[in-house]
């Protein structure tokens, strides 16, 4: 790869916050709901049938452009894209060609090697498409068409070729999802399919202009997918360059259990989709006042938020990075500091953030849940920090004492006194508890006095065993290294 500039370009696509779809009023809640059961004459594509244009989709465009700094067009229409595909039930796509809705944008990213600009070309509005179900087992295949999706309303974020590497990629997406999600444009969320993403790679000679043969990859759904999918492309290329072959322009999708790239179809041109304007839909006019008004409600948007938690509460870039990520996350964070007194509690943001970006997450995770409906209220997960700050549970008991609240919703205090697990900070207990240890194990303390420094975990550890993993780490290293000095001396 020394040999060659990686150049990716990002084409995004996010479902809108719409209740109903794009060109007619069936319900967009499609995911909860029975195959085939929002349709209508439009969205099943039903000779006779008008569209009808959705204008929240409209102001919801504008306002993803003026969030990603774009230029809105004052004059915007839709077109008819023809391509034949089954999950396409007219046989087009009623979407935007030569008048996108928004041009000319950037997003400013940051990652560990490099902070930089990447230009957005174009916003466009368009119908997203019928969801077809492949079943395969042994005895037959079969492929089903569910036509809820056909007609949801649909943006697409079009980048310039800026970025170089899966780093930045992920970067981008990351900024992109987080700030339609602040705007409340779109839930941007790869699991459920509504926030997706296809990238075109090039590789061209170090330091040439010419752009070289790109190739479109499909079917990732997720921002780990992608990278790997990135990169295993970006390895292709460079082998097919390196052996004196050229690259064909082509569609090429990501097989999750193969980790591997395959060959779906020549990618199109723009010739081939006979772009021409949708007779049945009239040219749609922005006003100035319009922007005005939806320029307003932009709320603070994360690269702002971020900062904030650098500036008041001294988190690192990763931590604030990760806390502004997801919007419910984000949050979720406000609601748990609103209450306390930076002044009384200084370390506690910096454990709150911690905590949050760690063993919630995994637990999150691993229980697929979102932050959103979790059980754990945000005055509680406040007290369990307090608690941790405090030393009155230790930081192993506070992880098993969270665990809890996560799966019964009880709060931090609760669940302690229940199963007697406050933090032990007794000085004469554990000093007693100490001396049994010491006199138990006599060729440890030797080996320490020695100069075996492995003995003094060795004692830690079983001081921890003697008092059940209750007292306080800091206080038992204080107190250890008082007795062993004596007895050194």
Known sequence: MN???????LEVHAQLLTKSKMFCSCSSYYQEAKPNTLTCPVCLGLPGSLPKINEQAINLGVKAGIATNCTIAEKTKFDRKNYYYPDLMKGYQIS??????ATDGYLSIVTETVTKSIRIQRIHLEEDVAKLIHHDDKYSQSSYIDVNRSGIPLMEIVSHPDLNNSDEVIAYLTELKSILQFCEVSDANMEEGNFRCDANISLKPVGSSILGTKVEIKNMNSFRSIYSAINYEILRQTQVLENGKKVIQETRGWDEEKELTINQRLKEGESDYMYFPEPDLPPIYVGFDIVQNLTETIPVLPAVRKQSYINEYNLSEND???LVSDKNYSDYFEQVISNISIDKGKNLPKIICNIMNGELTRLIKINDQNISNIQIKPQDFLELCVLLENNQLSSN????????????????SKIAD??????????DYISDKINDVINENPNA??????????????????????TSGKADPRLINKLLEQLLDKLSN
Do not use: C, H, R, W
């Open 418 to 427: 229940e199963q007697n697990l406050s933090q032990i900070t007794d000085e």
């Open 397 to 412: 008991i506070g992880k098993k004492v969270l665990k809890e609240m996560f799966l019964s919703g009880k709060s931090a």
């Open 320 to 322: 604030a990075s990760q």
């Open 445 to 466: 303390v030797q080996d320490f006095i020695d100069g075996k420094s492995s003995s003094k975990k060795f004692l830690i550890g079983q001081i921890m065993k003697a």
């Open 96 to 101: 935007q060609y030569d008048l996108p809705i």
């Open 3 to 9: 040999n060659f500039d990686v150049v990716i370009g």
